[in-house]
């Protein structure tokens, strides 16, 4: 075959221009693709930018000093039972004299908590924090070197002031740094590590009870810890910016709000709306004169009060806190050794802990109102069974009986009212009120736990100690329904709707409920409609 030079030349023109053309186009793919992923790659950035809450590792830091700080109510409650089967008999205390020595700190924490919060207005969280801090210490020293029972008492006390002053601070710093999808959490944190602190403190209890003499001594004693480790770590935290700007330093605000967060949207979003929360609050301030009026004139602000005191009134008028400072004495006199009675509080806290966890969860999907509701009628049923267990003979049957109704109990308590008494606190109050309404929920549930416990062993004496626990569920059932009638529905509420709810006071809340109760169960049964049109 003869192939034609000039057609053989075409050839390779047109080859080498197919493969230039070809070559073009794979470069201009490859382009494409790079544009596409560096396109995609700003676009995730971009978004990560977005999602980015600014979060350092003071702001972590932080919530790990305040966690130490939230377990010291828990930690005052389970070594104080734990300590009292020594310490009574060692220090010859009656028993109306322990009465006054276990809710001491309680006492004491009522006037922590009402000092909290001018204090913090005057000198800042973080001083207050600190304050807290070396006063529990001191209460913590004063009754591990005790020799007579008010030297004990005075101790408690002191280490009580040091409780309510930081129960009081550490939820409203932690919500005035942390993120805005975070700050519903910060009760959550604050009601578990109380638990965990209480779980804490029987373990501690059982390794320091063989420890002879003066094992009550160690045990109070380590209560030392988480005070002392929250005074180091308060030193390396910046105060609250929120503090700072009330005093007119916004400068030092932002430097301080820079430790905490980063620069980002949501952290700048954040920081904006706590600037104009605060210009809202300051607006709408009153005096305390103008306050009581409001609250006793205006059935709206009334009807709040009265929903919150009695909130509050119902979480510790169930025995919670008192049944805790006495869990030990009470285990001991179903028959059981001291050491027995020790150790089988560590399952108790460590079940009552658990039940903190997926509470908050719950509140949110199922609504404050119907987890209140169904936890009563658990809490009291368990009560019931705890306390009649008393007339089981066998005694390991009887102490058993008194362990299942217990953790009924916890169980019941965590997933409902304990939570739920300090959420609706911080929902239902106007903003120019709010300062007093969180006092006066504040006030009324520390001093109940403390009223409750001095008058425990009085309790017993005169009713016997299932009369005691029969008369709990008597009062909780009181409670129950007050909350049936009148408890409204906050979930996912704005406070402009939350508002809304108590416009025609208690007599339109019970209206509502029973509007709203009435017409589920003719959704339920419609037969009994029905049956009533015949």
Partial sequence: ???????????????????????????????????????????????????????????????????????????????????????????????????????????????????????????????????????????????????????????????????????????????????????????????????????????????????????????????????????????????????????????EAKKCWRRFRRETPISEADYQDMCEKLREELASRIGFKQAMKEITTNPRIRATFIVGGVLSLSQQWN???????????????????????????????????????????WLDKYGRRKMLLISFPIFMVGELIAGSSVYVENVHHRAAGFLIGMLIFYFGFQIGISPVAWVLNGEIYELHVRNYGMAWGAFLLLGSAASSTTSFSKQVSALTLQGTFYFYVGVSLLFLIFHLIFLPETKGMLLEDVRELFNDGMLGLARRNLSNIQNSILHKFPTLWKRNES
């Fill in 1 to 251: 075959m003869i192939i034609n030079p000039v057609d053989s030349e075409a050839s390779r023109e047109r080859a080498e221009k197919t493969k230039d053309l070809d070559l073009e186009e794979l470069n201009n793919t490859h382009s494409v693709k790079n544009d596409l992923e560096i396109g995609d790659i700003k676009s995730q950035e971009k978004q990560v930018s977005h999602q980015d809450e600014g979060n350092t590792r003071t702001l972590y830091f932080f919530l790990f000093i305040a966690c130490w700080g939230s377990t010291m109510m828990g930690m005052d409650l389970g070594l104080t039972g734990g300590a009292s089967l020594y310490v009574i008999p060692d220090l010859h205390i009656s028993s109306n004299h322990w009465s006054w020595i276990s809710s001491g700190a309680t006492w004491g924490s009522v006037l922590g908590s009402a000092l909290a919060t001018p204090i913090s207005f005057v000198v800042g969280r973080r001083t207050v924090l600190l304050v807290s801090s070396i006063t529990y210490i001191v209460g913590v020293v004063i009754a591990t070197s005790t020799k007579t029972w008010g030297q004990l008492l005075a101790g408690r006390l002191i280490m009580g002031v040091g409780i309510g002053t930081e129960a009081m601070t550490i939820p409203i710093y932690i919500s005035e740094v942390v993120p805005r999808s975070h700050r519903g959490g910060h009760l959550n944190i604050f009601n578990s590590l109380q638990a965990l602190g209480t779980f804490l403190a029987w373990v501690v209890t059982a390794i320091f009870i063989n420890v002879h003499p003066g094992s009550w001594r160690y045990i109070l004693g380590s209560g030392f810890v988480g005070p002392a480790v929250q005074l180091v770590g308060v030193f390396f935290l910046p105060e609250s910016p929120r503090y700072l700007m009330l005093k007119g330093k916004p400068e």
């Fill in 319 to 361: 025995g919670a806190t008192s049944v805790g400072y006495y869990m030990a004495i009470l285990l001991s006199s179903l028959g059981l050794t001291n050491k027995t009675s020790d150790y089988v509080q560590m399952p108790i806290g460590f079940w009552s802990f658990c039940w903190t966890l997926p509470a908050y969860y």
